[in-house]
């Protein structure tokens, strides 16, 4: 009797979680590796804090190298492919850091558990270490994904540009099953790291025909984005894209924004347009609106983009090597 009750109570409760994590992420689960290779988690967390420790900047590089693997091919490690005309290559790739930690960590993944830890399960871990490291809060990463055996430069069109209209943006965005609130959010990944000048530079002297600067730039700040960033120059300097506040991961960004110190185009039309600005103003924490915890709210729509087009189950392979295809 006792056991029956039980079984009736657990069963639908593991059918629900069962469903919740399949709508979640496809095939996806938390603790993926646990009987398989249980220490999974432990390595790519340890390997990601010595080379952080030794180069901070390699925290900003591997968010940033998470979200273009997501958004081009799904979330497989296509990204992390060494080749002729691979997705590394391409355009916006500009600048990508930190393959070096992936390749460590699955050297030592490979030692531990051979042909089990998939490069695109390390690269989605990295990034959530990577925001704990700089003093974001963490969350639970479903695992399961597998390796990808496609890697091109011409798919990576799919990538939002920072001179892209915010309809256009929303667009790319709500093909990989991303609403508004989370593009505001997960856009917020520029509280860490730094942007070349080549990208912005536009926005000092050159902004149209009609403007030389772009007028939703902060006056004060204008000077200083043109002073560290010469029109002459290469382009190659680089500026912190969340200003006075680069290295910790905060909502300061947003706040940012608010005054007119966001330095892509992209960065500041969140404030400029009226269906995202909401969002901007809930994390600044305006009186009188529903604020919004961007660390919270930030693992939770990571949780989604780390889904997007994952390969499971016998789909894709689980790589040797991160940089090639078995
Ligand atoms: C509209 C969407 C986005 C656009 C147009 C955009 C564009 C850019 C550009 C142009 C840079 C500078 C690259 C460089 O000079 O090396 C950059 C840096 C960065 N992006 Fe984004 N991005 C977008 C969304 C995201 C998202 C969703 C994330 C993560 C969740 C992200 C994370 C980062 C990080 C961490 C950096 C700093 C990289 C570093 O310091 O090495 N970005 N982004
Ligand atoms: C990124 O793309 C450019 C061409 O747009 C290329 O010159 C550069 O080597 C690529 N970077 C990497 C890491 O492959
Ligand atoms: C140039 O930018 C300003 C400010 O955003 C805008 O008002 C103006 O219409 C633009 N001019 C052209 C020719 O696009
Ligand atoms: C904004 O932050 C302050 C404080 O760290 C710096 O002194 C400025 O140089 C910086 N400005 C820009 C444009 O990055």
Redesign the pocket.
């Known amino acids: 009797m006792k056991s029956s009750i039980t079984k009736m109570c657990i069963i639908p409760f593991l059918l629900l979680a069962m469903a919740t994590n399949l709508a979640l992420g496809q095939g996806t689960r938390a603790g993926f590796y646990s009987s398989t290779c249980a220490r999974a988690e432990l390595i790519v967390q340890s390997t990601v804090k010595s080379h952080f420790q030794s180069d901070s900047?390699v925290?900003?590089?591997?968010?940033?190298m998470?979200?273009?693997d997501c958004?081009v091919q799904g979330c497989d490690a296509s990204v992390l492919i060494d080749g002729a005309s691979t997705e590394k290559t391409a355009g916006?790739n500009?600048?990508?850091?930190?393959f070096e930690v992936i390749d460590d960590a699955k050297r030592q993944l490979e030692a531990a558990c051979p042909g089990v830890v998939s490069c695109a399960d390390i690269l989605a871990l990295a990034?959530r270490d990577?925001v704990v490291l700089t003093g974001g809060v963490t969350w639970v990463v479903p695992t399961g994904r597998r390796d990808g055996r496609v890697s091109l430069a011409s798919d990576t069109s799919s990538?939002?540009?920072?001179?892209?209209s915010m309809d256009i943006?929303k667009q790319?965005?709500a093909a990989k099953g991303l609403n508004t609130q989370d593009?505001v959010t997960?856009?917020?990944?520029?509280?860490?790291?730094?942007?070349?000048?080549?990208?912005?530079r536009y926005r000092l002297n050159n902004f149209n025909s009609t403007t030389a600067a772009d007028p939703s730039i902060n006056s004060a700040f204008l000077p200083q984005l043109q002073s560290l960033c010469p029109a002459t120059d290469d382009g190659t300097k680089?500026v912190g894209?969340d200003n006075g506040s680069?290295n910790k991961f905060d909502a300061s960004f947003y706040t940012n924004l608010g005054n007119g110190r966001g330095?892509?185009e992209?960065?500041q039309k969140l404030w400029t347009d009226a269906s995202t600005k909401p969002f901007v103003q809930r994390f600044m924490g305006i009186r009188g609106l529903a604020g919004l915890s961007f660390n919270i709210e930030?693992g939770k729509?990571?949780v989604k983009?780390s889904n997007v087009g994952v390969k499971t189950g016998t789909n894709g392979e689980i790589r040797k090597v991160c940089s090639a295809i078995n």
């Open positions: 900047k925290a900003p590089g591997l968010l940033r998470h979200f273009h958004f916006p500009l600048s990508l850091r930190g990034a990577a990538l939002p540009g920072f001179t892209d943006q790319k965005f593009l997960l856009v917020g990944g520029h509280t860490i790291g730094t942007s070349a000048c080549q990208f912005f680089r894209l680069e330095i892509l992209s960065d930030f729509s990571m983009m």
